[in-house]
């Protein structure tokens, strides 16, 4: 999710938000992340078996959080207590931005833009902290999905790269060939730098990639097949440089069936089940936001129904599905428990709340409406949960 400004054109959008200002502060001296428990070390690369995520031959349960802002904090001790909220809810997977995209330089950016040509920002403010993400992540038992850009504006994204290098519309960023060399170079740099890096789980491609930006503009030739071909050409790129880890799409999970509601239509160019049949993406991906997509009548049902029809498309596909971004704006403690129940019962390989909250020395992380705090009452639903899913196996 990014904004939620960006749900464009859809009924029932949700107040403005903005994403966190981006600090100047440089990461501190300390090299060493605190850890206030026992994790398992990250030995071994999360594999995949039919409809489970493995690994060293065991089932691993992903059950976690996102926190896209996690390499913005100005400090490492900041980092690691995000992290320890995290481990002590029980999770294992916490999902983060692999991008940033400026043109000029402010606090943490991966990617500076001088006219057409993007450079990889491999510096202390750059990589090198998401190096100490890297492993405040390891030492606290936590595996991380780094998405590699943006459909939306915040902190760059897809249509930076089309501003920069041909000034056309949104969709160009999946047909481009210019586009599509500057984005390969890109993940080169990430994936390269960390191929060999356990405590990532997974790279993916986009987050909620659709054939409209943040400026609402494409083209009338983008369709899921557009976005479907791209997924398979990036995907295949990021396993030939690569094949140590998992790849997904980071798609809303959209269907493209001519269902009667909107997240069943296929109108923002994503077919769910088409990109799960894609080789080279390894598990599906898919987000939950009935407020914000003109859902009516029971939000818990609905979510507990788009839940359901995702574990179909999983047992259909033989592949592991998860629930990587879901949010409500009220009532979240009771919904979640349903939905939790549903992920459980429906045999849903696993789930990342949007979004994960800490109580920071520099306040508190950001607050979009959905941000889950250790003091509130979704905190114990999440390390109930966490612990049920893992039993589940």
Known sequence: MGSLSEYIGLPG????????PVTTTRPGTTTTPTNTGSPPASTGFVKTSGQKFTLNGQTFTVVGSNAYW?????????????????????FTTLRTWGFNDVTSPSGTYYQLWSGSTGTLNTGANGLGKFDYVVSSAKAHGIRLIVALTNNWSDYGGMDVY?????????????????????????????VSRYKNEPTILAWELANEPRCKGSGGTTSSSCTPKTITAWAS??????????????VALGDEGFYNNGGSTYPYQ???????????????????TFHAYPNHWGISGSLVGWGNTWITDHAASQKRFNKPVIIEEFGILNDQASTYTSWYN?????????????????????????????????????????????AALKNRG
């Open 13 to 20: 959008n949700g107040p403005t938000t903005s994403a966190p």
């Open 70 to 90: 996690m390499a913005q904090l100005g400090s490492n001790a900041d980092i690691d207590k995000a992290f320890t909220d995290l481990q002590n809810a029980g």
């Open 162 to 190: 089309v501003k920069q290098i041909t000034g056309g519309t949104h969709d160009q960023f999946y047909t481009n060939a210019n586009i599509k060399s500057a984005f390969k170079k890109y993940i080169d740099g990430w």
């Open 233 to 246: 050409e990036i995907s295949a790129y990021i396993k030939s440089i690569d094949p140590n880890h998992l």
């Open 266 to 284: 296929g109108g923002e160019g994503i077919d769910f089940d088409a990109n799960l049949a894609i080789t080279t993406l390894d598990f599906g």
């Open 342 to 386: 549903t992920i459980v019962s429906s045999g849903l390989s696993g789930d990342l709340i949007w979004q994960a909250g800490s109580r920071l020395s520099s306040g508190n992380t950001h607050d979009d409406g959905f941000a889950v705090y250790p003091d509130g009452a979704v905190y114990a639903v999440q390390k109930t949960h966490s």
